[in-house]
């Protein structure tokens, strides 16, 4: 069977399906493709790819033009990733200013940006502390920034400008003073002391020192701590 080489269009990303467009003859023609887990795997497990590839719009990829499993229509098979040039573009301009424009996109539960220019879409992490975009400004331009820069097919987005709940500003005050705080015990377990730190929204965990710790700290006790590290996705706190 002749391998032929493709540019992806279009994503159904709740089908798990790519469109592809490719030449043949002379002409430009379109056929779809799977990219469920799934089926990369077999790929895998063949040794037809190396590697899972979480498919963007724009990448190149090569395949092989066979029946579906019906026998009814022209299908994608053992398709692999290539190159992106508009991905490492984006990147690459991500490297010199990490602020790019996007629209904010909802696919049941989950957020992703897609980037203007190329239409790759990136999922968006949003921190446990931070507001959860509203309705309306799903399918408006955003501002975003891009992670994850040097993790191949990594990639995630956050809000350039992320708006956090008030317990966290607290939290991110507390952690630039080297404030104490009394922080309340609501779980022990062998594995650790989980404190709320601030209110309920904010919540730590600290190592078990002693083994006694266990049995004499309860739920409802004070311990005072303070944050050594804080960030939109992470916190780190210990006693004092």
């Known amino acids: 069977m002749e391998t032929v080489q493709g540019k992806i269009t279009f ?42 590839h979480h498919y963007n719009i724009g990448d190149e990829v090569s395949f092989i ?3 579906s499993a019906r026998g009814d229509k022209q299908i994608a098979d053992c398709m692999q990733f290539l190159f992106n040039n508009e991905l490492d573009n984006i990147i ?7 602020r790019l424009v996007g629209y904010l996109k909802k696919v049941d539960d989950d957020y992703f940006v897609k980037e203007t220019s190329s239409y ?14 509203q309705e309306i400004k799903v399918n408006e331009p955003v501002f ?13 987005a956050s809000m350039f400008r992320s708006e956090y709940i008030p317990d966290y500003l607290t939290a991110m005050d507390h952690f630039k ?27 730590g965990k600290i190592p078990v020192e002693k083994e006694e710790d ?5 739920p409802g006790d004070k311990i005072q701590i303070k944050i050594t590290y804080l960030s939109g996705l992470k916190i780190i706190i210990e006693r004092v």
């Open 92 to 98: 690459n301009k991500a490297n010199i200013e990490n």
């Open 65 to 67: 033009v066979a029946l």
């Open 11 to 52: 994503i159904h990303h709740e089908k798990q399906y790519a469109t592809i467009e490719y030449t043949h003859n002379g002409k430009t023609k379109t056929i779809n493709g799977s990219i469920a887990e799934k089926d990369q795997l077999k790929l895998k497990e063949q040794k037809i790819i190396h590697k899972i």
């Open 120 to 133: 790759i879409l990136f999922p968006l992490i949003l921190s446990p502390w931070e507001r959860k975009p």
């Open 214 to 218: 266990i049995t004499t700290i309860k």
């Open 177 to 203: 003073k080297k404030k104490i705080i009394d922080a309340t015990v609501y779980n022990v377990t062998p594995h650790g002391i989980y404190v709320d730190v601030i209110g309920n929204k904010i919540q």
């Open 144 to 156: 975003f920034k891009l992670d994850n820069l040097k993790k191949t097919g990594k990639h995630t």
